[in-house]
């Protein structure tokens, strides 16, 4: 299993402005993916954040608007850039500690963008 | 592009019912996981289903995998109040090394 501390819990920010939400494990994972969730709808995955390599993108999500850094096995940070009102939504990171086991989430990042 | 999809959308049930949830998905998997979300809460596994014709039993929740079919089914059994919540399922086909969420199901038990 894994426990996930994922802050801030939420925010409130003003357009064109930047934030970065920090999520830490309790094990080492290899594995982490931060998912946005738009109100009512379902979890759209941004990107998939190795320890020693590049995130990759999910189409429609670029490293400019989103960087993520993975600078060790249990923590990562996703950077939600030069926000607009589109950005307001949840952001949840998670983790997978082994292939085929189900993955474990943070409590999510509620971010509103004024 | 991989697509999982969910039926009904919304489901409104009265207690002591019974009733399905169903999850499609266009691609090869072996694995599926059921998750629930209540609302302002983040997500909690139910299932994991790693192979075809995998049963998992909780309480009043059945969950299957038919990966010829490439469906799963989500069984509620005598629904009551405590299950209102979001329902969603999710594939990470192999090889893709992500988990692709269904579009999930809201439901809402009525006393």
């Known amino acids: 299993s894994a426990v996930i501390s994922q802050k801030p819990s939420r925010d409130i920010c003003q357009r064109g402005t930047s934030l970065t939400i920090q999520c830490q494990v309790d094990?080492?994972?290899?594995?982490m993916f931060w998912y946005r969730q738009q109100p009512g709808q379902s979890l759209t995955l941004i990107a998939t954040?190795?320890?020693?390599?590049?995130?990759?993108?999910e189409s429609g999500f670029v490293i400019d608007k989103f960087p993520i850094s993975r600078p060790n096995l249990t923590f990562s940070t996703l950077t939600v850039s030069n926000m607009s009102p589109e950005d307001s939504s949840i952001y949840l990171c998670?983790?997978?500690?082994?292939?085929?086991?189900?993955?474990?989430f943070g409590s999510g990042t509620q971010l509103s963008v004024l | 592009e991989l697509k999982v999809e969910q039926n009904p959308l919304f489901l409104s049930m009265q207690e002591g019912k019974n009733y399905t949830i169903y999850c499609n998905y266009s691609?090869?998997?072996?694995?599926l996981y059921w998750y629930r979300q209540d609302p302002g809460k983040s997500l909690e596994s139910l299932f994991v289903?790693?192979?075809?014709?995998a049963v998992k039993q909780e309480g009043r929740l059945m969950a299957s995998l038919d990966t010829k079919a490439r469906l799963s089914t989500l069984h509620i059994t005598a629904a009551v109040h405590d299950l209102s919540a979001t329902y969603f399922c999710?594939?990470?086909?192999?090889?893709?090394?992500?988990?692709?969420f269904g579009t999930g199901t809201r439901l809402k038990v009525l006393a």
């Open positions: 289903l790693l192979s075809n014709g």
């Open positions: 954040a190795n320890q020693g390599s590049e995130a990759t993108y």
């Open positions: 998670s983790v997978s500690p082994r292939a085929d086991e189900k993955l474990f």
């Open positions: 999710a594939v990470d086909p192999p090889g893709t090394y992500k988990y692709i």
């Open positions: 094990s080492q994972v290899t594995m």
């Open positions: 691609t090869t998997s072996d694995r």
